[in-house]
């Protein structure tokens, strides 16, 4: 069994940043593509970021180009997600995935794998 565990996620101010990150513990990482969901109160669960086995290929969803960015460390088997210029509307759960397979994927059911989520608020 894969086992991804979130961590990283508490309260910021809008505008401000915050990283969240994700240990997979599998030993070989690196051939597992990655990404991030996130789910808001009273909304359906949405892509956020995705990432390749090596980390050559991103991913993002249009509502956080430019303000998110996922890396992946594979030596530490972790991938993060840094968010910048946070908005009240990025509050959410946020969801590390992993698929079994090394290509880049949009939607979540090509993800096999699923963190128990972080909290991530924006206050205004």
């Known amino acids: 069994q894969v086992r991804l565990v979130e961590s990283g996620g508490g309260l910021v101010q809008a505008g401000g940043s915050l990283i969240v990150s994700c240990a997979a513990s599998v030993r070989t990482f690196n051939n597992y593509a990655m990404g991030w969901f996130r789910q808001a109160p009273g909304k359906e669960r949405e892509f956020v970021a995705g990432?390749?086995?090596?980390?050559?290929?991103?991913y993002y969803a249009d509502s956080v180009k430019g303000r998110f960015t996922i890396s992946r460390a594979n030596p530490k088997n972790t991938i993060y997600l840094q968010m910048n210029s946070l908005k009240p509307e990025d509050t959410a759960v946020y969801y590390c995935?992993?698929?079994?397979?090394?290509?880049?994927?949009?939607?979540?059911?090509?993800?096999?794998?699923w963190g128990q989520g972080t909290q991530v608020t924006v206050s205004s």
């Open positions: 995935a992993a698929r079994d397979t090394g290509s880049l994927a949009y939607e979540d059911v090509n993800y096999k794998y």
């Open positions: 990432i390749d086995w090596s980390g050559g290929r991103t």
